[in-house]
């Protein structure tokens, strides 16, 4: 960011990397060249996590806009003087100036950084200049949290979840031979990246063709408190999805997911951690029946995990990487990538390519 002023060359934000776990140090620099001396009262800088929701509703017939605010985290510091001189002010020297300044992020488990239309959680560095003759100069610099911290190798990721469903259909006094699906799900919780682990058994005694189908599918929680019980708002989007063969009348087939089951990156499980929204995942599995259009179905609850499963001593472990989340997968929106800088239009044909000013990220296995 570079702030157009007779003695001020460049204004700049650095930090030493662009994501941080709770608990870790952040550190970084505030960058000024400057052409002129000048007196200067202080330099303050403020560390901020911030989850916001928004969206319109209609009240007796007027829209209106409801929104509400949480900061998780909210640290200063001042780096250059002091907020309360007594006598004359401190004179800043023309010249190149790295003012370093650090924070010790909280231990405890952080939301991760998340954007979306109807809300957000974003971690930033706000930093401004204070000089006492003129409007102050501010600038920020975005970075992600990577939380909350979940392990897949946690024992309670590790139970195996099993299911069955059946269906029998009966036409007069005559019962048709039944259709049953028996599923189990490897373990509970997966990184973006990891192939998810499923095995199914089929056995196909009715009288037509079926299909397996799987799905897993984000919901994404809204909350705006307002009054005792608050305004919600839930969306839902399809992650991934599967469909397998015709599986013929009298017959019986097993599947195992192998590669077939690949979880794209998207934000991590999010739940109880923030007071305006949570993040959580559902893996449906069942079965078409392509006559009737009636089907089985059984729900099993996917944690997307922060930490990857590694097999005990084994010498080849997935590396970690950290991948942008992407927009969109097929069957709908699940997370907004970024956000971008505003730009008033001024009539023209031509318009500028938007300034993305902040793009999440988040943990990725790597198989390669």
């Known amino acids: 960011m570079d702030i157009v ?42 560390l901020r996590g911030k989850a916001h929701s928004e969206w319109k ?39 190149l100036h790295q003012f370093p300044f650090s924070f010790h992020l909280p231990e405890s488990s952080l939301p991760c950084s998340f954007e979306s239309k109807p809300g957000y959680i974003r971690y930033y ?14 600038g920020m610099k975005y970075f992600t949290i990577i939380g909350p911290h979940i392990d897949c190798m946690e024992e309670q990721y590790l139970k195996p979840m099993i299911g069955q469903d059946k269906k029998t259909t009966c036409c007069l006094c005559c019962q048709k031979g039944p259709v049953v699906l028996r599923t189990e799900l490897e373990r509970s919780a997966y990184v973006s990246g990891e192939a998810i682990r499923l095995r199914t058994n089929i056995d196909n005694q009715g009288e037509e063709e079926v299909r397996l189908f799987i799905k897993l599918v984000q919901y994404v929680e809204y909350f705006i408190e307002r009054g005792v019980s608050g305004v919600t708002k839930e969306i839902d989007h399809l ?93 709908g929106m699940y997370v907004g990538p970024e956000f971008l800088l505003g730009q008033v239009y001024d009539g023209t044909s031509v318009r500028p390519e938007p300034v993305i000013l902040y793009r999440p990220l988040y943990v990725c296995v790597n198989q390669h």
């Open 5 to 46: 002023m007779d003695y001020i060359r460049e204004f700049d934000i650095r930090l030493e990397k662009e994501m941080f776990y709770a608990g870790e140090t952040l550190t970084g620099h505030v960058i000024l060249h400057t052409v002129e001396n000048f007196k200067l009262k202080s330099i303050r800088v403020l």
């Open 57 to 95: 509703v209609v009240v007796s017939g007027d829209r209106r806009v409801l929104r509400d605010d949480q900061y998780i985290i909210d640290d200063r510091a001042v780096i250059w003087g002091h907020d309360k001189i007594e006598g004359p002010i401190p004179i800043l020297p023309r010249g």
């Open 125 to 138: 560095i706000k930093v401004t200049v204070d000089i006492p003759y003129c409007s102050p100069p501010q």
């Open 239 to 331: 992650v991934l999805e599967y469909k397998g063969e015709a599986i013929p009348p009298c017959s019986s087939t097993k599947w195992d997911s192998g590669q077939e089951l690949i979880l794209p990156v998207v934000p991590p499980s999010l739940v109880g951690l923030c007071r305006l929204l949570q993040i959580y995942y559902v893996l449906k599995v069942g079965l078409d029946f392509e006559k009737s259009g009636e089907g089985l179905q059984m729900h099993f609850p996917l944690t997307v995990a922060t930490v990857p499963f590694r097999i005990p001593n084994s010498k080849q472990e997935s590396a970690i990487h950290y991948s942008v989340a992407s927009s969109h997968v097929e069957g």
